[in-house]
């Protein structure tokens, strides 16, 4: 048996449409397909989601609850850093899960892996340096590599990538098309510039298709999304004035349309309740909470006041498909139509697919 999860970022489940994705959606309708989707962990952004789909865990475990965190253990003596001060903030992909990955799993159960990622930074963020084979080596992509409007791989390039790693037939594929999030961010989710790149990455499934068919008996191929994206024109919601108005010592972290708060202010956040645009919160660690406000705000400038947003619970629901010819696709096939899966459950189920033994790391 071979395992591919193939993760397509930034699609939400209603654009999986026979007129715009017929690729994906032929694989769900004989396969499994969960037409209203998956759910993601909180927030719906594409790092905490990444690192659940190899971890099988939330972002209270893992670590990675925004796109950026701060410094973990950072030294109290650092004389950069003035007694008191709030540890800086590190990108996501600088730390990496600190949960056991499924490529740290299947390295010591003696199965191989691969991972090809379009957006570089997962590299870090997945842990998918851990793989015997990961692209982009290193987390960089050469000056070959075709690029899209955000500076990740077009979609062409990664699935040619996929293509060559499906031909390893390692036992776990971790692959990821980044072209959907790029155009719904930059032009909106709904459209017709995204639509475009629906489809670009719709035929880009396709020949990752291809490259399977030889052997598509041997495979079992999860189709998944990271989050949603949702209109984001409406109006910036800003929480760090809030909290100052509210004499609450508060940090807040943009994500799109939610926020991370930590501090004082996500120990005790009721202060929130004040914020009348702010809809909802919940906890993410001890002192750490995410908020999002109503539908079409968000909570910065640049590079968030763009047309597609996600990271609210809106944009939790994920693309589920499975697929593939191996005789345990039907029972998963099930499983995918019956339940709304959960981000967590992947890893779970492709621990038990590969038979990784239960002190590895991954929940059962
Ligand atoms: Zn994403």
Redesign the pocket.
Same mark, same amino acid.
Request: no cysteine; charged share 30%.
């Given at each position: 048996m071979h395992v591919l999860l193939l993760i397509l970022?930034?699609l939400s489940p209603r654009h999986v449409r026979p007129d715009v994705m017929p690729t994906l959606t032929a694989m769900g309708e004989s396969g499994g397909w969960n037409r209203g989707g998956g759910v993601g962990v909180m927030p719906a952004?594409?790092y905490p989601? *990444?690192a659940t789909f190899v971890t099988g865990v939330t972002p209270a475990v893992h670590g990675l609850w925004s796109s950026k965190i701060p410094t973990p253990s950072t030294d109290p003596d650092d004389p950069a850093r003035p007694p008191g001060s709030p540890a800086p903030l590190i990108e996501a992909w600088n730390v990496g899960p600190r949960s056991p990955t499924l490529f740290d799993a299947c390295t010591r159960a003696k199965r191989s892996t691969a991972a090809v990622l379009g957006?570089h930074h997962l590299v870090g963020a997945m842990g998918a340096d851990a793989a015997d084979m990961c692209w982009p080596e290193g987390g960089s992509f050469g000056p070959e590599v075709a690029r899209d409007a955000l500076e990740y791989a077009d979609d062409a390039a990664t699935a040619e990538r996929i293509a060559e790693a499906v031909g390893r037939a390692p036992d776990l594929l971790v692959a990821q098309l980044?072209g959907p999030?790029t155009s719904a961010h930059l032009y909106g989710p709904d459209s017709d510039e995204a639509f475009e790149a629906y489809r670009w990455n719709d035929s880009a499934i396709d020949s990752v298709r291809r490259a399977l068919e030889p052997r598509w008996e041997d495979w079992v191929v999860m189709v998944v999304?990271? *989050?949603s994206q949702e209109d984001g024109q409406g109006e910036s919601i800003d929480l760090d004035d809030a909290a100052a108005r509210a004499g609450v010592e508060a940090r807040i972290i943009r994500d799109g349309s939610a926020a991370i708060i930590t501090g004082e202010g996500g120990r005790h956040p009721r202060w929130l309740d004040a914020v009348e645009a702010v809809v909802g919160r919940e906890p993410l660690a001890a002192d750490t909470v995410v908020a999002w406000g109503r539908p079409g705000s968000s909570f910065g400038e640049f590079p968030w006041g763009i047309p597609g947003i *996600?990271g609210s619970p809106r944009t939790s629901p994920q693309v589920a498909v499975v697929s593939g010819g191996h005789s345990a696709v039907g029972a998963l096939a099930q499983w995918v139509e019956a339940t709304s899966p959960r981000g967590t459950d992947w890893a779970r189920k492709i621990a038990r697919l590969l038979e990784l033994p239960a002190d590895s790391g991954i929940p059962a």
């Open positions: 970022d930034g952004s594409t989601n *990444h957006d980044n999030d999304s990271d *989050h *996600h």
